[in-house]
Nanobody, 124 residues
Framework: QVQLVESGGGLVQAGGSLRLSCAAS????????MGWFRQAPGKERMFVAT????????YYADSVKGRFTISRDNAKNTVYLQMSSLKPDDTAVYYC?????????????????WGQGTQVTVTS
């Protein structure tokens, strides 16, 4: 079983930056893809970004492309989401997710493990 714990959320002004971290337990972290999703109040959970098992392939939602960067450190069992040029529309609870396979996609059904979420609030 893998447990995921997010951190790094908070309150930031529009145009600012935040870095989210997600620490994973278990020895199989490097074998599966990792992703970030977000859920705004009253909306469905949406895909943000994913990184493959080795960290050399990434994929982003169009809404964050060029502003967010996903990365992972398998030695530390941690995945990161660097968020820049933040907008009020980025306000949401951000969840990290562990994939069912080495390469993940944008569907939540492709992920087996989920963190508890961390709140990101962007003010205008």
């Amino acid at each position: 079983q893998v447990q995921l714990v997010e951190s790094g959320g908070g309150l930031v002004q529009a145009g600012g930056s935040l870095r989210l971290s997600c620490a994973a337990s278990g020895r199989t972290f490097s074998s599966f893809a990792m992703g970030w999703f977000r859920q705004a109040p009253g909306k469905e959970r949406m895909f943000v970004a994913t990184v493959n098992w080795s960290g050399d392939s990434t994929y982003y939602a169009d809404s964050v492309k060029g502003r967010f960067t996903i990365s992972r450190d398998n030695a530390k069992n941690t995945v990161y989401l660097q968020m820049s040029s933040l907008k009020p529309d980025d306000t949401a609870v951000y969840y990290c997710a562990g994939g069912k396979r080495a390469v993940g996609g944008s569907w939540s059904s492709e992920y087996r493990y989920w963190g508890q979420g961390t709140q990101v609030t962007v003010t205008s």
